[in-house]
């Protein structure tokens, strides 16, 4: 096996008084490539920093073999002290270098000569993004790479990271490209870190399995703890030397109790404030245009969006999505047409960049509003320090500053504000920037039970995916066209499926023709093949749904794990290729359908 070219032990950093990283560890070989997982907050950051050297920890060992070339992409780069994109970009390199950084600028939508005092966030990310990947690193750390990017631009960092044969180390909450790229992963919480050498794809049920194994321990810990209260007060008759020593003992349970607790720091409570029951048409649009400067951002559009609809905005920067969802909300007048709100509808509105929130304020000011120390959430008070709590901030946080929070304790702070007002109406741009993975299972499961309506502009494609119920897709010429389901499905009914994740080991993801849609327009009906198919496959995903509740109903018992190890690895083995085969299947049960609508409609 080759040395490890950087390598971290027991690293420990405090922060503010309060231990960050305690023990923290890891180490990367030449070539792999390993995702960084923990909630907001757990010093992912931290830990990528003092991997790249920008900062020291106040102990443990860093060791970079020598001659590694490592290059961090931090995860707000400051472009401030450079004339133009390309100076940036170009910084450090060779001749070859800078040329093959000009090359990706390009690529990527920009000329190089763009002042970078005037750069929107997307822009500054392309142009960081083109000067790490020219240098050709040894090791590459990426700390939030797909923020602020388009569809496409994530399309082609994600061929570029995997046509790449550095190491790497990624913080991102794109599932998608995790999956792509990681080979393992680390997983941070409470400053300690621990490593799964799978995939991000299994990584989700190996932290379920190892949360599960820390509440048996402390169910097992608090029935010792009880043993030794009950002979603390009922068994003190026998000699004081051992009386001390049981005593000593308790102290100590009691102790290794709070430890355990401690590492599951809180669970994320969200949920909207419902507003009165408006009517059925929240959004109605008719003939919508807007043009700048002779380029037209919307062309004749119509579009009707009822309560309880989900539309994603769905296209490249610089498309018009931001525009659009303005003229949508009335915050901008359409130069023809008539957009027309429902009666009663209630705005809530999360903005990309957090402008709602005043970095002066302290996190306590901002939930309150100002009015002392409550918060209005719907039709109910509640005091500001438990309304943190369920959004995860801790009590000593509420004097502090917003401009003092992470990107995503900001994320969570806009979220509180947004969800505490009753709305009908949620209106979402970019909401998954900056947030981690277990805050956005938890939105995505917020949304789904959410009764209004919700406009989101997202380029993360498993987030469309989990909550749009139709996409609203640019074509870049100002005409708007929308499909049904989530960004997979648009896919797949525009003839762009996604050629096979690779199930297991990369998942791999890429925008290719899928030739299953392509008809001969001389046929006029399934080939038999296809026919036996689309009558065979209802039955095999009923089959395989059966399989994979039976799978789950043996997973379900607490104490397998303990007793049959082996059976417990074995079961969750045949339930993720159960899963696999249903999601196939059903593709493929999808395609053919579409297949056979579009023959019968020729």
Request: with cysteine; hydrophobic share 40%.
């Given at each position: 096996?080759?040395?490890?070219i950087?390598?971290l032990?027991n690293?420990t950093?405090t ?11 890891f180490?990367v070989?030449p070539g ?6 923990g909630r907001?907050?757990s010093?992912k950051s931290?830990l990528?920093?003092i991997?790249?050297?920008d900062?020291v920890a106040?102990?443990g060992?860093?060791f970079v073999q ?19 994109t390309?100076?940036y970009a170009?910084e450090?390199l060779?001749?070859?270098e800078a040329y093959?950084?000009r090359?990706m ?5 920009m000329t ?6 005037s ?7 392309r142009c ?7 240098a ?6 990426l700390?939030?790479?797909t923020?602020?990017l388009d569809?496409p631009s ?7 990271l995997?046509?790449?044969r550095c190491a790497m180390i990624?913080?991102?909450?794109d599932?998608r490209l995790l999956?792509t ?5 680390v997983?941070?919480?409470n ?9 991000f794809?299994r990584?989700?049920?190996w ?7 820390q509440?048996?321990d402390a169910?097992k810990?608090d029935?010792q703890?009880?043993?030794e209260e009950d ?7 026998a000699r ?8 000593g ?5 009691r102790?290794?109790r709070?430890?355990l607790?401690?590492?599951?720091k ?7 404030t419902?507003?009165e029951?408006?009517?059925?048409i929240t959004i109605?649009a008719?003939?919508l245009?807007?043009a700048y400067d002779?380029?037209a951002?919307?062309?004749d ?6 309560r ?13 999505k931001?525009t ?7 915050k901008?007048?359409?130069?023809s047409?008539t957009?027309?709100m429902?009666p009663?509808?209630a705005?809530v ?5 957090r402008?709602?929130l ?5 996190l306590a000011?901002?939930?309150?509003g100002?009015?002392?120390?409550m918060?209005?959430v719907?039709?109910?008070?509640r005091?500001?320090?438990g309304?943190?709590k369920?959004?995860?901030?801790r ?7 917003v401009?003092?929070l992470s990107g995503?304790?900001r994320?969570r ?8 007002k ?7 741009d970019?909401?998954t920037?900056?947030l981690?993975l277990e805050t956005l299972d938890?939105?995505?499961d ?5 009764a209004?309506t919700?406009?989101?502009v997202?380029?993360d ?9 139709s996409?609203?897709v640019s074509d870049?010429g ?9 960004y997979?499905d648009m896919?797949?009914q525009?003839g762009?499926a996604p050629?096979?994740?690779?199930a297991s080991?990369s998942?791999?993801?890429e925008i290719?023709?899928k030739?299953?849609?392509k ?5 006029k009906?399934?080939s ?13 995903m009923a089959d395989?749904e059966k ?6 109903d043996v997973l379900?018992?607490p104490e397998?794990y303990?007793?049959?190890s082996?059976k417990f690895?074995k079961t ?6 159960a899963?696999?085969?249903l999601?196939q ?9 579409m297949k056979?609508?579009l023959?019968?409609?020729q």
């Amino acid at each position: 096996m080759s040395a490890p070219i950087l390598s971290l032990q027991n690293i420990t950093f405090t922060l503010g008084g309060r231990p960050l990283l305690d023990g923290a560890e890891f180490a990367v070989l030449p070539g792999e490539r390993i995702c960084l997982v923990g909630r907001n907050g757990s010093g992912k950051s931290t830990l990528l920093k003092i991997a790249s050297g920008d900062l020291v920890a106040d102990s443990g060992k860093r060791f970079v073999q020598p001659g590694t070339k490592v290059h961090y992409l931090a995860q707000e780069p400051d472009l401030s002290r450079y004339a133009t994109t390309f100076d940036y970009a170009s910084e450090g390199l060779d001749e070859t270098e800078a040329y093959r950084a000009r090359s990706m600028l390009a690529e990527l939508g920009m000329t190089g000569e763009e002042s970078c005092q005037s750069l929107s966030g997307g822009e500054v990310r392309r142009c960081a993004l083109a000067r790490a990947l020219a240098a050709e690193p040894d090791l590459l750390l990426l700390d939030e790479p797909t923020n602020h990017l388009d569809l496409p631009s994530i399309t082609w960092l994600e061929k570029e990271l995997s046509a790449s044969r550095c190491a790497m180390i990624v913080i991102s909450h794109d599932r998608r490209l995790l999956e792509t790229l990681s080979r393992s992963v680390v997983w941070l919480e409470n400053g300690v870190t621990r490593r799964l050498d799978q995939g991000f794809a299994r990584y989700e049920t190996w932290r379920d399995e190892v949360l599960e194994q820390q509440e048996r321990d402390a169910h097992k810990l608090d029935r010792q703890i009880a043993r030794e209260e009950d002979w603390m007060i009922y068994g003190v008759t026998a000699r004081r030397k051992r009386n001390v020593r049981r005593v000593g003992e308790l102290a100590a349970l009691r102790a290794q109790r709070r430890e355990l607790a401690s590492r599951n720091k809180g669970t994320l409570r969200m949920a909207a404030t419902d507003a009165e029951s408006a009517g059925k048409i929240t959004i109605a649009a008719e003939g919508l245009n807007w043009a700048y400067d002779d380029r037209a951002i919307v062309k004749d559009l119509d579009l009707r969006i009822l309560r309880g609809d989900r539309l994603g905005l769905v296209g490249a920067n610089g498309a018009g999505k931001t525009t659009l969802l303005r003229l949508l909300t009335g915050k901008m007048e359409p130069q023809s047409g008539t957009i027309k709100m429902g009666p009663s509808v209630a705005m809530v509105t999360l903005d990309q960049q957090r402008e709602s929130l005043d970095p002066a304020k302290t996190l306590a000011e901002t939930l309150a509003g100002g009015s002392g120390d409550m918060v209005q959430v719907g039709d109910e008070k509640r005091h500001v320090i438990g309304y943190m709590k369920d959004f995860l901030f801790r009590p000593e946080q509420a004097r502090t500053p917003v401009g003092k929070l992470s990107g995503g304790e900001r994320g969570r702070l806009a979220l509180a504000c947004a969800l505490a007002k009753p709305s009908s109406l949620m209106v979402l741009d970019e909401p998954t920037n900056d947030l981690d993975l277990e805050t956005l299972d938890l939105l995505q499961d917020m949304l789904a039970d959410y009764a209004g309506t919700v406009l989101l502009v997202s380029h993360d494609r498993d987030f469309l995916d989990r909550v749009a119920s139709s996409v609203l897709v640019s074509d870049g010429g100002g005409d708007w066209i929308e499909y049904a389901g989530g960004y997979s499905d648009m896919l797949i009914q525009r003839g762009e499926a996604p050629a096979g994740r690779e199930a297991s080991s990369s998942g791999a993801e890429e925008i290719a023709p899928k030739s299953a849609l392509k008809t001969d327009k001389k046929t006029k009906k399934l080939s038999y093949n296809d026919k036996r198919a689309l009558d065979l496959l209802p039955k095999k995903m009923a089959d395989l749904e059966k399989k994979i509740q039976t799978y789950r109903d043996v997973l379900a018992d607490p104490e397998l794990y303990s007793r049959d190890s082996a059976k417990f690895e074995k079961t969750t083995q045949l339930l993720e290729a159960a899963e696999g085969e249903l999601i196939q299947s059903e593709e493929e049960w999808l395609e053919l359908e579409m297949k056979k609508e579009l023959l019968e409609n020729q």
